[in-house]
RNA sequence: GCGCCCGUAGCUCAGCUGGAUAGAGUGACGGACUACGAAUCCGUAGGUCGCAGGUUCGAAUCCUGCCGGGCGCGCCA
């Protein structure tokens, strides 16, 4: 089914064609004056422009060819030339029937659908994963949803952090502590333990602690970087040491995520990466794109319009190790021939911004993307503390991913004691609540804040449970559940949807037929901040409408039946855009 | 120095491919629980959209300059 707005513009984009004018000036949006009409139309100025004519007298020439009673209540023209429309009652009724009957809820999928890699991962090995890897992740998590809902074919990679440096670091600190462990004996070349040397929690103290010794000691960065080197080498002991680090660190990784609810289908790292690399160099070089330069070897990405100078991409460092952007190139180049990618998109902290400019142009230039397949940065901003400094703990350190879910699941215990009302459910219930009221909260204070842009990092709003929330839009689902599970108690089904009576039960109507307009909004400005907007528009609407009509008590059960029929319609839409930004709804709360 | 991003209500933020009277939440104040859950709803107050020009019938939105803040700029990731 077509959209409402796409039924209404192709509508009015008929009528500008009869009267000789661009139909593309049809397009009709949401009125910004709801006093005045539902949807409008500016068409007639640009319209009006270009023909060097009265937009009042073009609008009304447009309206005059507008005779669609059974969809327009009212046309008008109002101000310089708009068209303001509102619909009949019917029409829009009919409208949110179809809806309900429709398994997509009337977003239809995308005409064509592609096949897209989503990274949105990217935590280290050795780190534990800290607020900053929130936004990666669930954006990340979103859009996959969004994507694969619109039809799309999605394979979302966590691409692990799991090579280079910081494994230098934590091999050199270890060999530093534990000198007589087996990996460190040059000659030997296994067997090894099959047991980890270490525990996650050690792993998790020993690269901050190893990253300050290299700061405070070059000897040790230098015993750092020849580790490094020889684990890219294939050391064999150090290539089982890491393999134990890897296996550590991932079950880890695995834990939080799960507990966030974000999933990957693919969990390759940029280890994976490294086998593909000397014969990509080799292609490289072969095919005149690489060159030497200071020592390095180098792919030239500056163009001539550059407002700044881009420096080259960087393949091999002076003493031969790969970095950063090979392995970027390197795994690009296997998601666009092993994995089919049409479009990439990487869900990556902004500040990366000229890393990724580097590597899709040396992609461009070298062939290993070719110009069908989309490459994007989804670049988002960095998370402060409440000073506008990058954020840490009252102590001053690093706040963990589990630290600040723990935290905000025992808020929403308070808070679930407080209200009282989840007195008499069974104890384990009520930390199941606990756990998804934690995750909403995050999860929406996170996403509805504008990807691109900076923002504070306030444990009061991640915790804040009243207004424009996660829990609100969860609480507003919740009690339309209930109001349609005591219903069904009563013997009373939802039924056919009636015409509105009043301006609260239109506005919910009106809000619905948004839903597809929404969620490709959100998708193709990489935008889940839209999404959000959408639930708490659709939640309030609701809200407002239960608070201002009893359902059940509604004597006339055509009337009462319809009015259960949109709230059965409202529940499934939200459900569904909270679906889609990773929020997950208890039963009861 | 060069480049990118940001500056909207007391606070936290939407709105930015130009459209009419700039919206939410929060905080403040006032109202609504003998009916489906008050984590709710209704209302009031609160704005030189950083400043100055420009383009346009029309600018928070586009362009230029300035002020303020953040970030990035070859062998870390």
Not at 399 to 420: C, N, P, Q, W
Request: glycine share 8%; charged share 25%.
């Amino acid at each position: 089914m077509k959209p409402l707005r796409e039924k209404l513009s192709s509508l009015v984009a008929e009528a500008f064609r009869t009267a000789g004018l661009d139909p593309s000036l049809g397009e009709v949006v949401v009125s910004a004056r709801p006093d005045l009409g539902q949807f409008q139309c500016n068409g007639p100025l640009p319209a009006a422009k270009a023909a060097k004519a009265n937009p009042r007298q073009i609008a009304q020439a447009v309206v005059d060819r507008l005779a669609h009673d059974d969809v327009f209540r009212y046309v008008s023209v109002a101000g310089p030339g708009f068209i303001n429309l509102s619909l009949t009652d019917e029409f829009l009724a009919t409208h949110a029937r179809e809806m309900r009957s429709d398994q997509n809820l009337g977003c239809a999928p995308v005409a064509s659908p592609q096949r897209i890699v989503l990274d949105y991962g990217g935590p280290n090995i050795a780190k534990p994963m800290h607020v900053g890897h929130l936004r990666a992740a669930i954006i990340g998590e979103s859009l996959k949803r969004l994507a694969r809902y619109l039809g799309h074919d999605v394979v979302g990679d966590v691409h692990l952090g799991d090579w280079g440096l910081q494994m230098g670091m934590v091999i050199a600190e270890l060999a530093r502590r534990r000198p007589d462990l087996p990996y460190f004996e040059a000659t030997r070349s296994g067997p090894y333990p099959s047991a980890s040397p270490v525990s996650a929690s050690e792993l998790e103290e020993i690269y901050p602690t190893a990253s300050q010794r290299a700061k405070a000691d070059p000897g040790f960065a230098e015993a750092a970087r020849q580790a490094t080197f020889e684990l890219q080498q294939g050391r064999p002991g150090y290539r089982a040491l890491w393999r134990h680090l890897v296996d550590v660190s991932v079950a880890e990784l695995k834990a939080d995520y799960d507990r966030l609810e974000v999933g990957f289908d693919l969990w390759l790292g940029e280890s994976d990466a490294q086998p593909w690399i000397p014969p990509l160099i080799e292609r490289l070089r072969a095919g005149g794109h690489a060159r030497e330069s200071e020592g390095a070897l180098v792919v030239d990405v500056a163009e001539a319009g550059d407002a700044k100078e881009l420096p080259p991409l960087l393949l091999l460092k002076s003493d031969g190790a790969a970095l950063y952007g090979t392995t970027d190139l390197a795994t690009l180049d296997h998601r666009v021939r092993d994995l089919g990618a049409q479009r990439v998109l990487y869900v990556v902290d902004k500040r990366q911004a000229d890393h990724f400019t580097q590597v899709f142009r040396a992609a461009r230039r070298t062939g290993i993307a070719p110009p069908a397949v989309g490459l994007e940065h989804i670049g988002f901003g960095t998370m402060n503390g409440s000073d506008g400094r990058p954020f840490k703990t009252r102590e001053g350190g690093v706040m963990k991913l589990r630290d600040l879910l723990d935290l905000v699941t025992a808020k929403a215990r308070e808070r679930i004691r407080e209200a009282g009302v989840a007195r008499d459910y069974p104890p384990d219930e009520v930390e199941r609540i606990a756990q998804l009221v934690g995750i909403a909260t995050l999860k929406y204070a996170d996403l509805s804040n504008h990807r691109a842009k900076d923002y504070i990092f306030d444990l009061e709003r991640f915790s804040s449970f009243e207004g424009r929330t996660g829990p609100y839009l969860l609480y507003a689902a919740v009690r339309t559940r209930s109001i349609l599970r005591k219903a069904a108690e009563a013997g009373l089904v939802p039924g056919t949807l009636a015409p509105a009576a009043d301006d609260v039960e239109r506005g919910v109507l009106l809000t619905l037929a948004r839903y597809p307009d929404s969620l490709h909004a959100a998708f193709e400005n990489r935008a889940p901040n839209i999404l959000c907007d959408y639930a708490y528009e659709l939640a309030t609407a609701f809200t407002r409408f239960y608070q201002e009509h009893h359902i059940l008590s509604q004597t006339d059960p055509a009337r009462r039946a319809s009015w259960l029929g949109l709230c059965d319609l409202t529940v499934r839409v939200l459900l569904q855009v909270l679906e889609l930004l990773g929020i997950r709804v208890p039963e009861r709360m």
